[in-house]
């Protein structure tokens, strides 16, 4: 037994190496969800259901910290990256199995050491870092540090892994142009981790030195009110957000255009779209310091540039629209994960819009409506996203198929959940609710009532749909080779 555990640790082979990410991100997700269950619990009651206000400021740091930097950004170029795009692109492997492999290893070893250092540290800061960690003791700001490191360098070895299985890799004749949608996502998605890459070790390593009280401009970008600092900060962890929505969007086009028996609408303005989208976020990280110190008409640019994101956002909205249009809709599961996650994008892009605008950042910045927008798009739209790909894709990589009734209820369970969840939260921001309160007048007490219910929902659904993922190799394994009756090259063996 020990030898077959070892086997599979040190295996380069991707689907080894990609089932290792997917378990790994699944215990960590697991821990973050069940700190954010507790953090909406608590808030029930304007004082605190139970924990104090220090503990429950760790709790959201811990929350944050492993959703963003554990969950949200290994997962496309862990888990999609090995698991599925091999087989999209038509490669019997990905370019570097080795860096691949101890792209695994430096994220679980990043992992815990960023958990044990936020812990043992007492850091109650949230995941910007942004104030200076001169409170840690050397010891845990250390551990805290080389796990962030870690995990920046397993993000790097993973982005180099995609791009260059997709440039070196793909099925002989097929250019950039055959490459399909998903491919052309992932390569952005990857592009953009590694062009910010450089600039997140700047950003750790200015830490590291900082804190032990390097002078000049170091010194200057740890202090709390820098703007050189938030700078540094934002221009490795904006692009962020692009990192999960690009992939996000060449899975709902896959599905969407698989389950209405049409070729996805304007595809070549899609994918123009996806990178002017890729290439905006780039240049947009001053839209988080819009009422900070920086001067006037450098967050009027900001704010102009921001906005601008909702062109390409909106033209694939319309794409999505216009090919679900009269369409032969066949209502499979993973079609109505991506429509529940094409109604999200809706909200969630409106709220950016919204928050893209000064006059209206002024008054919804850090506030609750930040949360409602972030975790609408991300745990909303994406999530969903995210499922339905791999349910779209489990017959394939499993060689068995979900319960589609099952499949089916565990979305409604979870759509229910995502908006009880967090429209409250729009509502507390507009009535000027910071966020990461913990003590609240009693007026504001119902819409923590409807968010702690909904979270209670959401938690329920989502625990519901990995159910249903794991349980169906041993309920429903004899299903046809292609049950979507998807043309894919993937699905019809057309792949290498």
Known sequence: MIQSIVKRLTSTDHVSVGWLYAATIALFALAGTALGLTLVIVTVKPTLLFLNPAMYARFFTLHGNIMINLLILPVFAGVFGNLILPRVIGSSRVALPRTNLIGWWLYLAGGLLMLVGLWVGVYDGGWTLHTPLKGMSSPAFITLMSGLLLLAGSLFLASLNVALTIYRRRKAGTGWAGLSLVGWTLFLAALVHLIIMPERFLFLLTQLVGHFGADGWIKQATSPDSQVFQHLFWVSSSPAVTIVILPAIGLISELLATFTGKKLFARQGVL?????????????????????????????????????????????????????????????????????????????????????????????????????????????????????????????????????????????????????????????????????????????????????????????????????????????????????????????????
């Not at 780039?282 to 920086?294: A, M």
């Not at 209820?409 to 309160?437: D, E, M, N």
Request: a neutral charge.
């Open 272 to 496: 123009i779209a996806c990178c002017v989208f890729a290439g905006l976020s780039l240049v947009v990280w001053g839209e988080h310091l819009l009422i900070g110190e920086q001067a006037t008409r450098t967050s009027v640019l900001f704010s102009f540039l921001s906005a601008l994101q909702g062109i390409p956002a909106g033209f694939v909205l319309l794409a999505w629209l216009a090919t679900m249009f009269r369409g032969s809709i066949t209502p499979h599961a993973p079609f109505w994960y991506a429509f529940a996650a094409v109604a999200l994008w809706v909200m969630g892009g409106l709220a950016g819009v919204t928050m893209s605008i000064m006059s209206m950042n002024v008054q919804l910045h850090s506030t609750a409506f930040v949360v409602g927008h972030t975790h609408i798009t991300i745990a909303g739209s994406v999530l969903l996203a995210i499922f339905g790909g791999l349910y779209y894709w489990w017959p394939l990589i499993t060689g068995s198929m979900v319960n589609e009734r099952a499949a089916k209820v565990a979305l409604s369970v979870s759509a229910v959940g995502i908006l009880l969840t967090f429209i409250p939260y729009f509502v507390l921001g507009v009535k000027g609710v910071p966020r990461r309160l913990s003590v609240y007048p009693s007026q504001f007490q119902p819409e923590h009532y409807w968010a702690a219910a909904g979270g209670v929902v959401l938690v329920c659904g989502v625990l519901f749909l990995v159910w249903n993922l794991v349980t169906s190799r041993k309920t429903l394994a004899a299903e046809p080779v292609n049950p979507w009756s998807s043309d894919a090259p993937e699905w019809t063996g057309q792949t290498g």
